[in-house]
């Protein structure tokens, strides 16, 4: 199957399963919930703030949007207008008070502390077989049989799999960055190719090493699978900490939106493209599922885009990890001998796994 039928395959998939938008049940006092307060890893632009991401109903109505952007202006720090999202800071000696003056208002569904992210630590690429010219995860997918073809050589233009996929495809890595480098070519796209929170907006480029390697693992000319694939760097991670927030990776995947839809309103044949998006980062600990992220994905995937994120590398149930994600595509990992590694995070929250 060429890829970008499999990516249609699953827009197909995920289009039918993806279930319509509920509202979240208010609490006994009929305040909006909020999730992950108090949590250890809340993001603090200062040591007297923090910051809360907000989702309005879908329903809300424009006058109810401009009566929250006139009462919390103050605190208002970005708006979201494609995932119904505004986020605000607030002091913490009046958080109390304003939050339950959010909480309050009938148009408003969740409060959510911003949380901080971290890219998962992965270890170094597989070794290379001599026999095969590939690195084992390359091989496994290939459709080959381990043990049988062990001898045989499986070169890239000879496995058939892996030259030419990711034709017309766009591969988004959101991560620390992208370098360039002989392995990628020409096809790192530094036009759609952006930096988000604390990096510059023109700055893409890697300042930790961890998206380069993620995109060397997709796409690289003889370490990737998609070696047609145009490669987007979303760079989302501090340089000097290697942490992002919620609120940060929201703001890309809304980027990632405005890009799909923009392609299609030029004209372009609906599934002519393809849109896969990449997240090797999460939580580091215990956290409620992001309903805004949740949002974001199924509103992605419904416009033609595959969100992929790993589940992370702690080796524990990925749901109490907040990924609860159905709409997209939660892969774990496999060792050599492909069997679940002992670090992969596992359990009815992991969709798939892979070398």
Not at 140 to 150: F, T
Not at 175 to 204: Q, T
Not at 276 to 290: K, Q
């Amino acid at each position: 199957m060429k890829f970008s039928s499999l990516i249609l395959s699953f827009v197909s998939i995920f289009s039918v399963l993806a279930a319509a938008r509920t509202k979240v049940p208010r609490d006994s006092n009929n305040l909006a919930p909020i999730l992950n307060s108090g949590h250890r890893h809340a993001s603090r632009r200062s040591d007297t703030s923090a910051s809360y991401g907000i989702l309005l109903h879908s329903n809300a109505a424009v006058t109810e949007k401009k009566e929250f952007e006139t009462d919390f202006g103050e605190f208002l720090t970005k708006k979201l207008p494609k995932f119904d999202a505004m986020y605000v800071e607030i002091p913490d000696n009046i958080a109390e008070e304003v939050l339950l003056d959010i909480r309050s208002r009938s148009y408003v569904e969740i409060v959510e502390t911003v949380l901080k992210i971290s890219h998962h630590e992965t270890e170094k690429l597989p070794e290379m077989d001599p026999k095969k010219n590939l690195h084992w995860n390359m091989f496994a997918v290939s459709g080959k049989n381990l043990e049988n073809d062990k001898d045989m050589v499986a070169v890239p233009t000879e496995a058939g799999v892996f030259m030419g996929q990711g034709h017309r495809v766009y591969v988004y890595v959101i991560d620390s960055g992208i370098d360039d480098h002989v392995e990628f070519g020409l096809r790192i796209n530094r036009e759609k190719s952006k930096g988000f929170g604390s990096r510059a907006p023109e700055d893409s480029y890697d300042c930790r090493g961890h998206g380069t390697m993620v995109a060397g693992v997709i796409a690289g000319a003889t370490t990737g699978i998609v070696t047609k694939a145009e490669i987007v760097s979303y760079a989302v991670m501090d340089c000097e900490t290697g942490v992002t927030t919620t609120e940060t990776i929201l703001e890309a995947l809304h980027s990632v939106l405005e890009d799909i839809e923009n392609e299609y309103s030029t004209g372009v044949e609906i599934g002519s493209r393809g849109f896969v998006i990449n997240l090797s980062n999460g939580l580091s600990e215990l956290a409620d599922t992001d309903e805004l992220l949740k949002l974001a994905e199924e509103k992605i995937t419904k416009a033609g885009g595959v969100v992929v994120r790993a589940v992370g590398n702690l080796g524990k149930e990925a749901c109490d990890y907040g990924l609860q994600l159905e709409d997209s595509i939660r892969v774990g990992s496999v060792d050599s001998e492909l069997t679940m590694a002992d670090h992969s995070n596992h359990g009815s929250c992991v969709d798939i796994f892979a070398p």
